[in-house]
């Protein structure tokens, strides 16, 4: 049920839905810029940087975490989510930045973690303290089985079971992460109530909207039911990959709690909010979240993250998904961020991987939805190598060496090419500059009018004053073995998007209008990893 300040916002935030169709560029604020040379990037560096940001063309930036936190997984371990870790600055460095922002025309979304806090969080600690004090039921508790075990056999993503052991309760508390992430138990309203007070607090500030962090996880099976195993096929990278995610996330109740969510960010008008939506299967769940007007505005899977390959048959698979009407939500599309190898060291490991780089750059701004931007992306930047030593990504040390981890997709930015650290700071950064990232630096790139960085300014504005890319309907033409075709149009423009996804030549059917083209065309014929985009006129 609609609250009325909600409803009186309710004509005005469908009028200022700047969110369809934006491009919204990642900041992994770490490693973005470093404004103090400790080696950690910091609010203040972001700010220092937000012109560099305006001029890609993009509608919004997106901050990880900056709250305070012992950092045990590097800011998604919130001890104060009200707060600026000293690392990154101060509330004051906030302000500043969303001030600064605004003046170029830049929404601010900040990432929200409701499904954990960090073990330090005054909340947790309370908590733990005994079985009967206020906060007792804010995490998820559980006696032990008679045998002493944990309560049932749920997993960890980052490995072991998803239970520790306090004894000061004399129980197990469940963490979906880290033993140091204990999950909080949004079944209890008053932990809703609290953690709608933090967002309010958050849109106070000014922010125009959330990025909500493994929000599938935010509730639990209340039976704690065992998981089944996962079928062979599915692979087994983690011992967190052998079971089926039935019971500790996707309850049908988290709707509930967004909708709860979505009537308070409504009552402000015009803010975005955007789940992340992991699983084997997110599609339907993406769906069910976003379906409607009163539940969130967007959500975006892992579907192209995680993919080993991008084809044609995969991009039709999941682009025809959200096609059904505006009812099954609006999508979001991202080939990177701080959770997945850099997609050039997925999808292109020859030769080609700068000309892969500008045909995965105009694919993802031909997409129906809204599209995220990692930073670096628009560099072009490679999966840095960093060896096992100088890792700090939890989930990489635990499961080295049978996955990538996510260091290496979150080495500090390069400004400056033949700077120390490339230009990130005077200090030792926290993770390694890559050299391999030293000649696509943010400095040589500038100074390239022909540049990757360039070509992803142009197609950024292509894309911003085509009615068709931005809100229009999308349709897909033909996904063979290497070619992908599709349609995008809206009422006045109809436009033919069409891609090569293979490292050889391609004859295609033309004779329309050309409008933006990258890599090698001639006449009917793309050379390896070629796209255009025509305008199919009107007759």
Known sequence: MLSEAARSHRAEATAQEWWRGAAIYQVYVRSFADSNDDGVGDLPGVTGKLDYIASLGVDALWLCPFFTSPMRDFGYDVADYCDVDPVFGTLADFDALVAKAHSLGLKVIIDQVYSHSSDQHPWFQESRSSRNNDKADWYVWADPKPDGTPPNNWLSVFSGPAWDWDSRRGQYYLHNFLSEQPDLNLHNRAVQDAILEVARFWLKRGVDGFRLDAITFAMHDPQLRDNPPSPPEWGQERPFDLQQHIYNQSQPEIADFLERLRDMTDSFG???????????????????????????????????????????ALFARVADSWQDSDASGWPTWTFENHDAPRAISRWCRGAEQEQFARLKTLLLCSLRGSIIIYQGEELGLPQAE??????????????WPRTFGRDGARTPMPWKSGAPNLGFSGGEPWLPASQSHAPLGVDRQESNDDSLLNFVRRCIGFRKGSSALLRGAMEIVEAGKDLLVFDRQSPGQHLRCVFNLSEGSIAFRSGHRRLLTTGDVHGAELGPYAAIIEEIEKR
Do not use: H
């Open 270 to 312: 015009g803010r975005f909010t955007l789940a992340e939506v992991g699983g084997r299967d997110p599609l339907p769940e993406m769906r069910a979240l976003t379906g409607g007007e009163e539940r969130l505005n967007s959500a975006y899977g892992f579907e192209f993250l995680y993919a080993d390959k991008l084809t044609p």
């Open 386 to 399: 960093i060896r096992y030593e100088q890792l700090r990504d939890p989930e990489a040390i635990a499961n």
